[in-house]
């Protein structure tokens, strides 16, 4: 479950303005909960299904400067009790559907979302998140398409969205998506990573300087 790029764009990009409560659902090592913290004061549970994920979540969190900010769950999100809601809800969830699954059955459970369907996350959002909350996802774009369906069907709307691409003359690779019960007009955003040349853009390193060491 390593660290991704467009896993620290998503992360970059997560608005904590005013934000006191987060949940991180599928934290893997715990990526979004540190980058969100490194921003926000606000206390952060983060839940993941991989108990070796969830080890290292843990290790991750207690080495850093936000430990007593971070509290790290083993578990499906779908048994996570709480008597908490949320007002900042974020996912980098499993996506593929009927792809060929690795061999690596932990590999297979952060890709594929046999264990977290969209109508569940769906479900655990619309179970966890407070009527003036924000949750923000990451999908592939075809994932995202039939996601951005659901959600609004099911009364949260697309409020921003961020198409990331890998080059500029590529095809979009991911996109980011924050959805809230308002109903606001969504403000549309593209990213581009790399420049023809192969370097990043400078873009990319604007957002991506207060996490990456050399940029």
Same mark, same amino acid.
């Given at each position: 479950?390593? $660290?991704?790029?467009?896993?620290?764009?998503f992360?970059?990009?997560? #608005?904590?303005?005013g934000v006191s409560?987060?949940l991180d =659902?599928?934290?893997?090592?715990?990526?979004?909960? !540190?980058? $969100?913290a490194q921003?926000?004061?606000a206390? =952060?549970d983060?839940?993941?299904?991989d108990?070796?994920? *969830?080890?290292q979540? *843990?290790?991750n969190? #207690?080495?850093s400067?936000?430990a007593?900010? =971070?509290?790290?769950?083993?578990?499906?999100?779908?048994?996570?009790?709480?008597h908490?809601r949320?007002?900042l809800? $974020?996912s980098?969830?499993? %996506?593929?559907?009927?792809? +060929?699954?690795?061999?690596?059955l932990?590999?297979?459970?952060?890709?594929?979302?046999?264990? !977290?369907?969209?109508e569940?996350l @769906?479900?655990?959002?619309?179970?966890?998140?407070?009527d003036?909350?924000? %949750?923000?996802?990451l999908?592939p774009?075809?994932?995202a398409s039939?996601?951005?369906?659901?959600?609004?069907? #099911?009364?949260l #709307?697309?409020?921003?969205? @961020?198409?990331i %691409?890998?080059?500029?003359?590529?095809?979009?690779f991911?996109l980011?998506?924050?959805f809230?019960?308002?109903?606001d007009d969504?403000?549309?955003?593209? @990213?581009?990573? +790399?420049?023809? !040349?192969?370097?990043?853009?400078?873009?990319?390193?604007? @957002?991506?300087k207060?996490y990456?060491?050399?940029?």
């Amino acid at each position: 479950m390593k $660290v991704t790029t467009e896993g620290c764009v998503f992360g970059a990009w997560i #608005s904590v303005d005013g934000v006191s409560d987060v949940l991180d =659902i599928g934290t893997g090592t715990g990526l979004l909960a !540190l980058m $969100v913290a490194q921003r926000a004061g606000a206390t =952060i549970d983060a839940v993941e299904l991989d108990g070796e994920a *969830a080890r290292q979540a *843990a290790e991750n969190v #207690s080495s850093s400067l936000w430990a007593n900010n =971070i509290n790290v769950y083993h578990g499906a999100i779908q048994q996570f009790k709480t008597h908490r809601r949320y007002n900042l809800i $974020v996912s980098n969830p499993p %996506f593929f559907e009927g792809h +060929r699954k690795p061999t690596d059955l932990r590999k297979g459970k952060a890709m594929h979302n046999d264990f !977290l369907h969209q109508e569940d996350l @769906l479900k655990e959002v619309r179970r966890l998140l407070r009527d003036d909350g924000i %949750f923000y996802v990451l999908y592939p774009p075809a994932e995202a398409s039939t996601f951005i369906q659901k959600m609004e069907n #099911s009364g949260l #709307s697309l409020r921003r969205k @961020l198409t990331i %691409f890998n080059k500029g003359n590529g095809h979009p690779f991911r996109l980011a998506m924050a959805f809230d019960y308002r109903g606001d007009d969504c403000i549309e955003e593209e @990213l581009i990573i +790399r420049d023809q !040349l192969g370097q990043y853009t400078e873009s990319f390193a604007q @957002l991506l300087k207060p996490y990456y060491l050399h940029l």
